[in-house]
């Protein structure tokens, strides 16, 4: 059988509510207390005013009196009217504040004797004033009067004084009533808190500092957090535990996701460590491959070489020494080309240092021009490159780039372009600007015609590393090289070269500027 739910809500909410409802018991029985008191109060004060204003009364019209009997008395009634108008008020007053209409009228009673009073006061002024003080008349009424109103006048005051020892008892009852309750309320706020205390709170607070160490420990093997009661609180540490049990298992699987990538990264390391190896033997390889292809191929060209040399000196026929210049000049360029491959592959591997010194342009760029002369045979080379402009870097090399960027146009601009060369001299460098008018970089070519291998898909003759290797020369000497194309009316391409220039041209632009 399941355990029955208790509600901690409901538990707190009814600690609340006895509480409140004692302090509202409390402040109730004051607010009463003393509303009751000051009514009680004020009935005893007006007892005491009305009783005074009686003795007042008796007075005035004792001294009204024998001022009459007096031979020259005085005759004024004013007083005595002033006593009976105040006593009149106070009763009034005290009809006022009668809570009913029964009450009222029992109050209202002493007017009708007030009223005897001012009766019996008005025919003794009358007979006073019409007779001589020592009259049978006046003496008459003045036994009639002796013998009527002072009665009536002890009667009410008795009556008074009564209604203020009533009161003053009653108050004195109240203050007791007061008392009591005031020591009930005492007693019942501690006993109630107490057991408030004892009975909600005190549990309520050691399953909270419970839960806090448990908490604690959880997640290090401690165990769940203690439910207590079927209550809120149990249903909110019950979520928890199973918020925990969910946390641990994902904890376990990310522990187990861990292990196995380290595993994975372990394994991809000895992978990587042994793609490694072998790309460094396959480099090896690469290195002693193309060493032995350039020991391999400079032979035979060496002695080809020799060869037409030989022939050449010995003043062959005209067919014969074309033959011979040709086949002297198509070495020369196969040898270029395997010197290509090998720096190439020298410079990847860090092994190729560069020459640096004052190159002068102008016998460089005829020199590169020369090598060309039977390719650039069907196009119009233009030139001006600035008399005495000297650069820094190595002239092998940078005769290499010029001749591989005017091969480059021969090749792709075909017969009847023209290929224009210029070289100025500027604040940042000198400007070598080799342009063409053929039909220019294929669309989306230009961004990476400079990477090596890069080919526009023409099937144009060609390997794509004439551009790459230009690239590399001006950037190892401190220069940049880009691309320009079109040139004008959606044709040509620019290839300018910036190269730092010797110190004594740049000194002098520097002077200048």
């Avoid at 042994?274 to 390889?285: F, G, H, K, M, Y």
């Amino acid at each position: 059988m399941r355990a029955r739910r208790s509600s901690l809500r409901l538990r707190l909410m009814l600690g609340a509510f006895f509480l409140v409802a004692l302090a509202v018991i409390a402040a109730f029985i004051a607010s009463q207390g003393l509303s009751r008191a000051e009514a009680l109060g004020t009935e005893a004060i007006a007892a005491q005013q009305r009783m005074e204003g009686y003795a007042a009364l008796s007075a005035r019209v004792n001294e009204r009196v024998l001022g009459a009997l007096a031979p020259a008395g005085a005759r004024s009634d004013a007083a005595v009217h002033d006593a009976l108008a105040q006593i009149d008020a106070l009763i009034a007053e005290d009809v006022a504040r009668a809570p009913n209409a029964a009450e009222a009228s029992r109050r209202a009673a002493p007017a009708m004797a007030v009223g005897r009073i001012r009766g019996h006061f008005e025919r003794l002024a009358r007979v006073l004033e019409q007779n001589p003080p020592n009259s049978d008349a006046a003496l008459a009424a003045l036994s009639l009067y002796g013998l009527q109103v002072p009665p009536v006048l002890a009667e009410q005051i008795e009556h008074e004084r009564r209604r203020r020892d009533a009161t003053m008892a009653a108050l004195s009852d109240l203050r007791r009533d007061l008392g009591g309750a005031a020591v009930a309320v005492a007693v019942a706020a501690p006993v109630l808190l107490g057991l408030f205390w004892f009975a909600l709170l005190r549990p309520l607070w050691l399953r909270v500092q419970a839960t806090a160490r448990a908490a604690g420990r959880m997640g290090t093997g401690g165990g769940p957090l203690p439910l207590g009661p079927r209550d809120e609180l149990s249903l909110l540490l019950a979520r928890m535990n199973q918020m925990t049990n969910r946390l641990d298992r994902r904890r376990a699987r990310l522990a187990q996701d861990h292990a196995k990538l380290e595993t994975t990264v372990a394994e991809r390391t000895a992978q990587l460590r042994q793609a490694n190896d072998r790309l460094s033997r396959i480099d090896a390889e690469r290195r002693r491959f193309f060493a032995d292809v350039s020991h391999e191929l400079r032979t035979p060209l060496t002695v080809i070489l020799g060869e037409t040399e030989l022939a050449l000196r010995q003043s062959p026929p005209p067919d014969l020494a074309d033959a011979f210049v040709t086949i002297q000049s198509r070495a020369r360029r196969l040898f270029r080309r395997i010197e290509d491959l090998l720096r190439i592959a020298r410079s990847e591997s860090g092994q190729l240092d560069l020459e640096r010194r004052a190159v002068p342009l102008a016998p460089l760029v005829e020199a590169a021009l020369a090598d060309l002369r039977p390719l650039l045979a069907g196009l119009r080379v233009e030139t001006a490159v600035a008399e005495g402009l000297e650069v820094l870097g190595d002239p092998d090399w940078l005769r290499q780039v010029v001749a591989g960027i005017a091969e480059n146009a021969a090749k792709y601009a075909g017969a009847g372009a023209t290929l224009r060369i210029t070289a100025t001299p500027t604040p940042d460098g000198a400007v070598l600007s080799l342009t063409d008018d053929g039909p220019g970089l294929a669309p989306g070519i230009e961004g990476r015609a400079l990477d090596r291998f890069a080919r526009d898909g023409s099937g144009a003759p060609g390997f794509g590393v004439g551009l790459a290797l230009a690239r590399w020369v001006v950037e190892a000497q401190g220069g940049s090289i880009a691309l320009h194309s079109p040139v004008q009316d959606g044709r040509g391409l620019e290839v300018r070269i910036v190269l730092p220039l010797a110190a004594a041209e740049k000194e002098e632009l520097w002077l200048a500027s």
